[in-house]
């Protein structure tokens, strides 16, 4: 089933993942981060996954912060 869901990511090479442990931070095992420059992709990416098998699994959709990525000089300028 796991194969099915990295199909589907590899369709989207336009959207970085990053996997990472989450010790501390909640009960699952890991936290995944994706960056992209198109949203639409990622939204695109995430609506295919959920009609993966494995999804029919998940009990909780945990919630997803999206954010975008500036670097140090121009966010601080941005806090005012």
Known sequence: MMAEHIQVGHKYP????????????????FMLAFETDT?????DLIMDLRETRV????AVDTPMIVCVKK????????LG
């Open 55 to 58: 999804s029919g699994y998940i």
């Open 71 to 78: 670097d140090i000089v121009p966010l601080i300028r941005s």
């Open 14 to 29: 336009e959207v970085l993942l990053n996997t990472t442990y989450s010790f501390g931070i909640h009960d699952e095992d």
């Open 39 to 43: 949203l639409h992709k990622f939204q």
